[in-house]
């Protein structure tokens, strides 16, 4: 007498949940404050007028500073109170 062998057959719901962590990646290299974007950017250190999307920029005392070279960005991070208007 042999029994039937009985395939047990598990169909597991397996749901699979994916969480789409849309995080916005920030360019630290590159951060241009929304209102100086339209400005006209001078360098503070030679007084050269720079385009937004070349300029080096610095934060000194919570105020974006924008740069026409790092050499400039250099010079004012050495002394910047000699370039900073009070
Ligand atoms: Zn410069």
């Known amino acids: 007498m042999k029994k039937s062998i009985l395939a047990i057959i ?9 969480k789409s962590n849309a995080n916005t990646i920030i360019d630290g ?19 050269m007028k720079i385009k937004p999307n070349t300029a080096k920029t ?8 924008n740069f026409c070279s790092e050499s400039c ?3 004012f991070l050495a002394e910047p109170a000699k370039y900073v208007k009070k």
């Open 58 to 65: 610095t934060v000194y005392n919570k105020i974006t500073y």
């Open 73 to 75: 960005k250099q010079k």
């Open 29 to 47: 290299t590159k951060t241009y404050p929304a209102d100086s974007v339209k400005k006209v950017l001078v360098d503070p250190v030679c007084k």
């Open 10 to 18: 598990l169909i597991g719901s397996a749901t699979i949940a994916i």
